[in-house]
């Protein structure tokens, strides 16, 4: 995706595409932002400074400056940002100025934390309706809504305008549900089963596998007891990985 | 977890560094890896092509090959990976050869499902131990699992070896609880609630945010939208970004 875009003038001379088109790691720290910038409207906050928003948001000072100067927000020199016009303004970019409508499929036990979990109303979104497949769940009133079978997708999608769809099933039945969203229309995936979706173009998919959050840390907390365990640095390794004689024999990468 | 040990002959040679230090983009793709491998195990599969395995985890099979070959496993010509001395590898990296104790402090809805989440055990970890503050969710039983105080925190954590923190607990407790679990030696942490953890240098941190993950799905959203809404390649903008006029006052990039 390209990196920079027009801090001038949006909307004016036509020079301007609609939306900004923001490098990804950009897009996913805006929340960040967003989150401590309503911390600090709350507590009375008018304008920040570029190191108190980094620090609350938890990145470096001259990352955030240079991800809110793609949106054309630079601040004021001796003020800094004014907290409510850069709400404003990243409300508008993430497209939290209309409540999107999400509908959860899956209301196993994952699906019934998040059909119950209070935070995504404050922050731009709304769990329309809740589907399952399995007709004992059917009727069941989770939050105020009753839980319908997954047929009744297609109508309900209409209904409700749902712009998301998250997907909380095992991972055997989460690619048909997904073949089902996109063929509602939705174009937008959060995906809790652990597999890879197969989606056309066009679809966005965001996945969340919790035990490849947990393997991740696992690698960190491997590398800091190997790194303890080593007996300084630039000593000689203590262990070899697994298949490492392996790699003199007559291996080469592998082309298609 | 591993299904074969040691094919090589790890600890030999002294030329392999411990644990290599890997990018964390590729770090973050080794699980995936993983998964697609045990399918294919399960699958009586020997060998795979990287185009086959790049496919199967979903990402493109020339950076596939470069996230393995930093592991040192380049696969053969004509044959590809062996897929058994690759989950070896790729679980002696990830710190899988042993399964790691995992303890969970808070069991409200999220929790809970956590808690009963039958993904970990296959891949790494067990839930040790189960933690929350308040005295009427101690003593309840949770997939076999008695809910403690978290004042018992550090006399388990010993007991138990935990490894890895997770906080499911509301966003006014979660520093309290990092820093509990920081001082009885726990160094990964993987914070379900909503805020912004201070840890000291050494303790990793993983953070997923169910709402951030809905607001970046959102940015799409509303790009798509605008995309589509706008005439042609080119033409002029139909929407300003909020406070866009606000940009040509006197601002600049703040700097310290």
Known sequence: MSQHRHPGAPGRAGAVPALPDLPEATVARLPEYLRALHNLAETSHETVSSEGLANAAGVN???LRKDLSQLGSYGTRGVGYDVALLIDQIEYVLGLTQRRAV??????????ALAGYDGFAGRGFRIAALFDADQERVGEEINGLIVRHVDELPRVAAEESIAIGVIATPAA???RVADQLVSVGVTSILNFAPCVLSVPEGVDVRKVDLAIELQILSFHEHRKATLTALPAAGGPALTALPGGLAVTESQEAIGT
Chains 1, 2 share one sequence.
């Open 61 to 63: 000072s001259a990352k």
């Open 103 to 112: 509908a959860l499929v899956g209301v196993g036990n994952l699906g019934h």
């Open 173 to 175: 039945a989460a690619q």
